[in-house]
């Protein structure tokens, strides 16, 4: 079992930032994705940024340029650094450790952002 702890969410007005931050209770995986999904209410879960266990990245279209994923491989943890925020980025943060040879993964609690004046 893999417990996932995010942190760093709060209200922001629009143009602002905020630094997420995710930290696993351990690590089970040789090869994984570590990253962020968001949620907003009456909304499907979406990717927002994805890192592997080589360090690859992902970002969904609506964020590139204004977040940045990166990685603490000796502390377990996964950051997101959210700049020019919008309205339309509020929604739940919820952090993701998934497998990359089988599908098995393991969701945090999530974190609440809310972009507002």
């Known amino acids: 079992q893999v417990q996932l702890v995010e942190s760093g969410g709060g209200l922001v007005q629009p143009g602002g930032s905020l630094n997420l931050s995710c930290v696993a209770s351990?690590?089970?995986?040789?090869?994984?994705?570590m990253g962020w999904y968001r949620q907003a209410p009456g909304k499907q879960r979406e990717l927002v940024a994805t890192?592997?266990?080589?360090?690859?990245?992902n970002y969904a279209d609506s964020v590139k340029g204004r977040f940045t994923i990166s990685r603490d491989n000796a502390k377990n943890m996964v950051y997101l650094q959210m700049n020019s925020l919008k309205p339309e980025d509020t929604a739940v943060y919820l952090c993701?450790?998934?497998?990359?040879?089988?599908?098995?993964?393991?969701w945090g609690q999530g974190t609440q952002v809310t972009v507002s004046s």
């Open positions: 890192i592997t266990s080589g360090g690859r990245t």
């Open positions: 351990r690590t089970i995986f040789s090869t994984y994705t």
């Open positions: 993701y450790y998934g497998a990359s040879a089988i599908p098995l993964a393991y």
